[in-house]
């Protein structure tokens, strides 16, 4: 089975400096998607990056960016300029490109200093 | 407007009420599942549904059902629910084809306490 480990519970950043989230995973698949979403206080689930296995070059999305490192299955976040509305849980998803489950890590809290 | 609706928002019932928490989608999506967050534990997947009338466990199925009689619809029942089944839950849904980058789209959460 597939797992997602997010190993930082809580991060802080000082508005409009670079922070970076980390997420690995463990798999025996080579064709896979992996997802960065956003959880605000609002408690809605939005999509902020996603990510093709079989892509080597790293997903861009405005202010967020994402170090994908295939052999490593490392598949860390960067958030660029950080701004207060970027304060949220953020997950790391997997998804087998076979299979249409999605396994979630357990999140990190990003808090944005002022 | 594209979205997954879940009703009720919030709920507060006692432990051996039965209730369901409905899930609908607009987007004719095929696959269908309903997850529980916990603090610390993430998403967890209790149910999914490949299509109509084809439905199967996830990780935490105890204590819940589910039933996929229409492509839109996905409730989650709890024939007899118990105070660990407090928790925020969610539905997601999405297109089945594999092969493709398709996202999960999320409803906006049902708070659910059992006291």
């Known amino acids: 089975a597939q797992t997602v480990t997010q190993s930082q519970p809580e991060m802080s950043v000082q508005e409009a400096e670079t922070v970076t989230l980390s997420c690995t995973y463990d798999t025996s698949e080579s064709d896979y998607y992996l997802f960065w979403y956003k959880q605000p206080p609002s408690r809605q689930m939005i999509l902020v990056i996603r990510?093709?296995?079989?892509?080597?070059q790293n997903a861009t999305e405005n202010r967020f960016s994402v170090n994908f490192q295939k052999a490593a299955k490392s598949f860390s976040l960067k958030i660029s300029d950080s701004q207060l509305g970027d304060a949220a849980m953020y997950f790391c998803a997997y998804r087998s490109g076979g299979y249409q489950k999605v396994t979630f890590g357990t999140g990190t809290k990003l808090q944005v200093i002022p | 407007e594209a979205q997954v609706t879940q009703n009720p928002r919030y709920l507060i019932t006692v432990t051996g009420k039965k209730l369901t928490v409905t899930c609908s989608q607009n987007?004719?999506?095929?696959?269908m599942s309903w997850y529980r967050q916990d603090p610390g534990l993430g998403l967890r997947q209790i149910y999914y549904s490949m299509n109509v009338e084809v439905t199967d466990k996830g990780d935490v199925p105890e204590g819940y059902k589910v039933s996929r009689k229409e492509k839109r619809n996905f409730p989650l029942i709890l024939e007899s629910p118990s105070p660990n089944q407090t928790s925020l839950y969610f539905c997601?849904?999405?297109?089945?084809?594999?092969?493709?980058?398709?996202?999960?789209?999320f409803g906006q959460g049902t708070r659910l306490t059992v006291v």
């Open positions: 990510q093709e296995a079989y892509k080597q």
């Open positions: 997601a849904s999405s297109l089945r084809k594999t092969g493709m980058n398709t996202e999960a789209f």
């Open positions: 987007m004719n999506h095929e696959y």
